[in-house]
């Protein structure tokens, strides 16, 4: 692809996944290796999709191929049109970069400054700091790292993506925060405030955090994707 000349945006799907293959260690019963095998998965803009499976689905490595962190062995990932597996390497992370936010696991810190002033060193510092107030309590501002719990640090990291002007935000959400009530009833609150696109990853279900989608993942593959009524939730 020419970088002179600026990528298609197609504004009426997010995020559009074609037969997507990736090939390492593999899920639990998947042939050949493969730990994704022939994913289809098809994102609105503005909505909130749950990718829901267990730790050997490949729940994680979709998301890690989403925000660049993986690169596919086949297939096609298409963020807003744009078909980000043509692209080479460097410009594909780039790119990523640019337009898809990652919340995959705890925010790296300074551990001499505290939590507000880890934040401040960033593009996004005042709306990173609201982002945050709003997902968990604000005394969280003034903790130093080192006296956080893991998962405080990852709703760190989770404030800063939703925070950023990308397009797209993906969030891995580790086993300790399933069910956790001091972020899940407030993320809804914040994609809809600032209009994000954004997929949470989850080991398991919870109906304290209404979706508009849920895609189900076993063994590598989609076993089930539907759209959700947001005021009956996951079922």
Not at 21 to 34: D, K, L, M, N
Not at 71 to 97: C, I, K, N, Q, Y
Request: hydrophobic fraction near 40%; include cysteine.
């Amino acid at each position: 692809m020419d970088a002179a000349v600026p990528p298609t945006r197609d504004l009426a799907t997010a995020i559009s996944v074609r037969r997507l293959c990736t090939t390492g260690a593999g899920a639990a019963g998947t042939p050949r290796g493969h730990a994704l095998r022939d994913v289809d998965v098809d994102v609105a803009p503005g909505t909130l999709t749950l990718v829901e499976g267990g730790p050997e689905d490949g729940v994680g490595e979709l998301l890690r191929c989403l925000a660049g962190r993986a690169t596919p062995a086949s297939g096609t990932v298409r963020v807003f049109g744009v078909d980000v597996t043509a692209m080479p390497g460097t410009e594909r992370r780039l790119w990523l970069d640019q337009h898809v936010g990652a919340a995959l696991g705890a925010a790296p810190m300074l551990d001499y400054l505290t939590i507000g002033e880890n934040l401040d060193l960033g593009h996004d510092a005042a709306r990173s700091r609201s982002v945050l107030t709003r997902l968990t309590s604000p005394a969280l501002l003034d903790l130093m790292p080192g006296d956080a719990t893991p998962l405080e640090r990852w709703v760190v990291e989770l404030a800063r993506a939703l925070s950023s002007q990308r397009d797209v935000t993906v969030v891995d959400v580790p086993a300790t925060g399933v069910g956790d009530p001091r972020w899940m009833p407030q993320l809804r609150s914040v994609v809809d405030l600032y209009s994000r696109t954004v997929l949470v990853g989850m080991k398991g279900r919870d109906p304290r955090l209404p979706c508009d989608a849920v895609v189900v993942m076993r063994s590598g593959m989609v076993e089930s994707a539907r759209p959700l009524d947001r005021e009956a939730g996951p079922s």
